[in-house]
């Protein structure tokens, strides 16, 4: 079967270096085009990257010469993956879903857009039948900011139990989301932590809120923005860690009684999401790890369970205040950034989107 | 006027050691003792210690020769400052009560004894009132565990608003917390966060109580116990950083509608301690420094405000699901641990109690 | 073709654990037996262990009950590899050598033995050919120390262009190689370097000259120890980085004028070892990766390169007080612990000698 | 007496925060200007700065209003700190000598000028000398790059037994000396070792002559450069170290049979600097820290020995290599930086050259 071909936009960048790894040697994918700026445009991409990967740079990557972010230049192409900045996504990205292509955006500029699905493979894949309704062959979708995908994937798993009502959440976020050049300054996180990121606090509890929220009846948007009835909180903090977001979770279901403990870690354990039941070939074996010892999960020892495609959850107990509390862990530039991307891709294949 | 002449039980140990830096150059307090374990008694100071503060060990210990943890040896003393692990603080901390010393314990031993006041200095000296009824001349006064000790502050702060129905915190933890060595293991948390310490979210919900809780009608006992009507909930974290418990805290008043922003900015900013007015040396000039700045406090920065004496409140802000938000640091072992129990004692002395 | 049966001792330690990572779906060698302290004896492996690596516990080893370090129940195996500490290392090797197994060992007891190869396979195989003359069917080989193993690769590669005169290198080592628990303290490393690892320093000098040295004339022995005539200095710290020892070495040829530059970099680019010609299936593509950017190699983007079997070379530039300079890099639980043991096996199977 | 009354160039920066710092409370130098760039000209300090110490920003600078470096704006200071980049260091420090007033650079650019004394005041005082030879009332001094600080003052004491033929350093450099922001960028050092700082190397290799060389006959020049017969060979890596640079260090003397390792002690132990006898008020107490225990000096325990203008040795032993080996650890931003500026300042007004 022939691969679908792909290009990735913003290819220097760290999110557009993480595509351009999990595309190597993908099964269904094949990179045939980079674009960046105008002061890479022209080179071959292994002397306009400053590849800063702890894997090698892939060579089918290394050879291709990167293009300016035009959508002339990705003719061949049927998808094309995102990793610009906000302040150049808005324009490239509506340009090249209107010359027909299927965009895939790591960026916020549409993430607000009632027409755009924003969406976390391991949760709303359901958000994507609004591109039935479509009017022209292009379209955009946006994944969401790296700290609100680990948090919704175990909130999605507990919804089964009855509607959730209230969500507090902590986060201890690794310094890769910050990008690596210059990012966030050693001197400022070396035997420190830094309680703000900009931003953050309104995206998580915004986009929480529209990820766990429905399709409108007619079928054409994401209803009412924001579309579900969750209250959610967020304290958001940079800690000395490469990869992996930590968030520490308290929540309370909207009916009383609550479910029971036993009840919310069966439906941890036994959460099964799209991508798995239609074969994605990057779906994780496991969409949530539920762990049992006292002390995980952990960003160093857990942040590659499934490649970085799953999410593990541990320490669920009862919480004194909201309903049960719990940690969960997600490798922030994979299913919180270019993997989420990746896998929506293939499961639009999957249902024959793209 | 003559010092008050004090020992240090546990003192070769990490809060051992800090109560002796505190010590240095005191103008009301004089080390004359040192207790450790049989392995140290009768070496001096200097070579019975692993000292590994980032101050020099100060002369005026250096020389004293290590005594065993037996009231004989410090007839002199009239206080003792107990750095004792909780698996011998019980029996020694008691002989020297019993034996009319008082005792300034960091010891869990006796926090959830009704007639032992747990004091935050910052916050509750009023419950050692009940030392007035007691029938001996010795006593034991315990500070609290070093989570708890930033959390209080604010709360106690704002507590004048009207009372306080619930407080949600996540904390992240320094490493000096769990001693030196072996302390945390630096291959646990390079590149890591533990979401995990051992007891710690137990310690913070009840001593949270206890704290803000009062004294009882007869004057005897720190009242029915757990003492307060606050729901607590914690959740507890180490990270990579050597000084400073940051905690983000938010929190609901009971009444309806709650004070405003502006009123509880004021409450943090004005707020003053008992031992401020008492004029104790080591009192803060600030027990809480109210910061503007978006991204403060941070552990490197804004531990040392007033030596480590005061707490540093930042980020305040309405709360989506509670009330407010907002970031306390505290210096873990001054006012957290050592430093606390300095400024029990300088009050002790404030009101002729010792 | 039927697998080589294996065992590992000391199988709960941080070598250990090692050890059953790399012979995870190993395609010649089959772990069979796992052996440990009698606390840990009769249990099954993934109960008995503290298990503390990036991936997962191997099923293969999960269930595997653990034994006594006594060679009675490793009949099975024709290998065991020694992950044991150096206080109980030399009584347990001895009584399975004597037991007629070949016994791979990481610990440092019989490195100073002439009748035992002390052997770092991407250097030094040749040092083999003295078991040949063995008189019993069991032998002990050691791996070097850690920190020599990366030292030694790139000397052997450069003694090709004439005997080596002087070496001098400061090392910056990495927490692993000390251990998980406690191993270093991280109080004792975070914002910090300690200039100072126990015995480290002789280990380098005295088996850097043993390792570069030959066999002796009657092919019984490592000839006259130290076999070498290279002066060796070394300077070893401990950094805050989990795994990779990083060396600045800096060293002269015996004879003048010293080659050129270019062929000192030729001399690296082209090296090639006996297990790469031998087809051993861990053998690094490249024993040596010589980097020509101005700032590698670096610890967290180089060490994984080939797996960790591997060594990177990067700086090659003159010396303005011996001849050359240059930083060379090493997985220090692969290529300097576990993985030399995995690839002196295969090669001794490659000779069968096993 | 009167204070000398001082200006600080590019006091925005990291280098002037820390002039800024040293010269709060300071017995016999006042600030009373502050010289940044047009962006900050003209606002209170307190606005302009980005204040990233970790003590407060002292009152009398807060409210200083920035001027533009031009020397009309600093009419009432004799004396002028430079904490400039390179850039732009060259034009201005020159004007400000040429307007008369004394300019102590931190700057590169001056460094090789024979005119001009490359001054560690623990090491050469007497280069300043050749200013007395000076046609205008102005002149430049400049302070050595923060590696080379820590390397000179034991080489000074040591060359006091005898002429120094070689030395062969390799330093592990803290973060601070690469500045705030964005300085290293965390991801490139956490879990890391970068090999590389650009630059550093030949500033060490050519500085360390240059210090440890003489006056020329005439006493107008430091004699021919380089200075000084000693051959260096630095290599220079950074470290997750906040403040202090480590270096390991082996050196030979000229002469044979060289001195003993007790005499090498000795001269250590006993070194004095000009600055100490001069009565200078920041002198260190010891300007070389002998230390005794195995594993010293280390970055976190011993950088602020002497508030920082004191350099530790440890570890001195032989070489097999040269003759000796130690450890030396400097702080890179006070007797590396901004402290060696305060020090010499303050040695030229003890010797009424300002």
Redesign the interface.
């Known amino acids: 079967m022939a691969k679908t071909k792909v290009g990735v936009l913003g290819a220097t960048g760290s999110v557009g270096q993480r595509f351009i790894l999990l595309l190597k040697d993908h099964p269904t994918l094949e990179l045939v085009a980079l674009g960046a700026s105008s002061r890479s445009a022209g080179k071959k991409y292994s002397e306009a990257v400053n590849w800063?990967?702890?894997?090698?740079l892939p060579d089918e990557a290394a050879d291709i010469t990167v293009s300016p972010c035009d959508p002339s230049y990705f003719t061949d192409c049927k998808v094309v993956f995102s990793g610009l900045d906000a302040d150049v996504a808005g324009d490239v990205e509506k340009a090249f879903a209107e010359a027909g292509l299927a965009v895939i955006s790591n960026a916020k500029n549409y993430r607000r857009d009632p027409h755009v699905p924003l969406v976390v493979p391991l949760v709303n894949t359901d958000h994507l039948s609004i591109l039935k309704s479509r009017k022209t062959p292009g379209f955009i979708v946006c994944n969401s900011n790296c700290s609100t995908a680990g948090l919704v994937v175990p909130l999605k798993a507990l919804s089964a139990l009855g509607p959730i009502d209230?969500?507090?959440v902590?986060t201890?976020q690794a310094?890769?989301g910050a990008?690596?050049?210059?990012?966030?300054?050693?001197?400022?996180?070396?035997?420190?932590?830094?309680?703000?990121i900009?931003g953050e606090e309104e995206k998580m509890?915004y986009e929480t809120r529209k990820i766990l929220g429905s399709v409108s009846a007619d079928g054409t948007t994401i209803a009412d923005i924001p579309a579900s009835d969750i209250?959610?909180?967020a304290?958001c903090?940079r800690?000395?860690?490469?990869d992996g977001h930590?968030e520490?979770v308290?929540m309370r279901f909207a009916h009383r009684p609550p479910p029971t403990l036993e009840q919310v870690k069966e439906a941890l354990r036994t959460y099964e999401c799209a991508p798995q039941s239609a074969g994605c070939p990057s779906a994780p074996k496991h969409a949530i790890h539920l762990l049992e010892q006292?002390?995980?999960?952990?960003?160093?020892?857990d942040r590659?369970?499934d490649a970085g495609y799953g999410v593990s959850v541990?320490?669920v107990r009862e919480?004194?205040?909201?309903d049960y509390?719990f940690?969960v862990l997600s490798h922030n530039t994979v299913i919180g950034a270019a993997g989420s991307g990746i896998l929506i891709a293939e499961y639009l294949i999957t249902q024959n989107v793209i």
């Open positions: 800063q990967q702890t894997t090698l209230a969500v507090s902590t201890m310094l890769s990008g690596f050049s210059p990012g966030v300054p050693s001197m400022a996180i070396l035997d420190n932590v830094i309680p703000f900009g509890e209250k959610v909180s304290q903090n800690v000395a860690v490469t930590l520490c308290s006292p002390d995980r999960p952990q960003p160093r020892l590659d369970r541990g320490r919480d004194p205040l909201l509390k940690v």
